[in-house]
């Protein structure tokens, strides 16, 4: 079955820092791949998405390429901002076989001090 | 506003006693799903529903049912609620299976 791995947290960083937070997937068919965050208290809004290799997803400073050769979709953003504190998983949608499911890592919390 | 709207937030019920947790979206999405998170499972799929009177199984799909009787509405039913259902559960909607899901901001629920 489809599975999402993420590293796991918690990652603290400073502000300005660099971020990277890792992903990589198992899917038996074309995946579209999507990262979601969560701040506290509140429900998952869609940070950025891809559909297909190559693709690279981009908002709010934030990137991840989807990458076929390596089933990976690590996200990065240049500097953090203690704003950006909160909880990012990734996910999967697979529309295989006339279904569709959207699996989900187990997230990775992100606090960035000032 | 387009939004997903999930009732009640927070409920705290006692075993075996039915509840309803409604789901209810203004933005005409075919796909509607229902998800629950736990400390250290991540998000979990109960169910999903490709369009009306379309629903299938997800990832943790027993002790739920789901109904899909008008686009905009996808109600979660607990006939028999038990305490490992205990949990923050989430509805979201989505257009299209490549484009991304609107989540509501959940619904809190304790059986004691």
């Known amino acids: 079955g489809n599975s999402v791995t993420q590293m796991e947290g918690p990652v603290t960083l400073s502000e300005e820092a660099f971020l990277t937070i890792n992903c990589t997937y198992t899917a038996t068919g074309y995946p579209s791949l999507f990262w979601y965050v969560q701040y506290p208290g509140e429900g998952l809004q869609l940070l950025l998405k891809a559909t297909k290799a190559d693709d690279k997803g981009s908002n709010k400073g934030f990137e991840a390429t989807y990458r076929k050769e390596t089933t990976s979709f690590h996200l990065e953003k240049g500097s953090v901002q203690v704003s950006d504190s909160a909880v990012y998983f990734c996910a999967l949608g697979d529309s295989g076989a006339g279904s569709y499911q959207l699996t989900f890592g187990k997230g990775t919390k992100l606090s960035v001090i000032p | 506003e387009a939004q997903v709207t999930q009732n009640p937030r927070y409920l705290i019920t006692v075993t075996g006693k039915k509840l309803t947790v409604t789901c209810s979206q203004n933005m005409n999405h075919e796909y509607m799903s229902w998800y629950r998170q736990d400390p250290g499972l991540g998000l979990r799929q109960i169910y999903y529903?490709?369009?009306?009177?379309?629903?299938d199984k997800g990832d943790v799909p027993e002790g739920y049912k789901v109904s899909r009787k008008e686009k905009r509405n996808f109600p979660l039913i607990l006939e028999s609620p038990s305490p490992n259902q205990t949990s923050l559960y989430f509805c979201a909607s989505s257009p299209t299976e490549s484009y991304g899901y609107t989540f509501g901001s959940g619904t809190r629920l304790t059986v004691v």
């Open positions: 529903s490709m369009n009306v009177e379309v629903t």
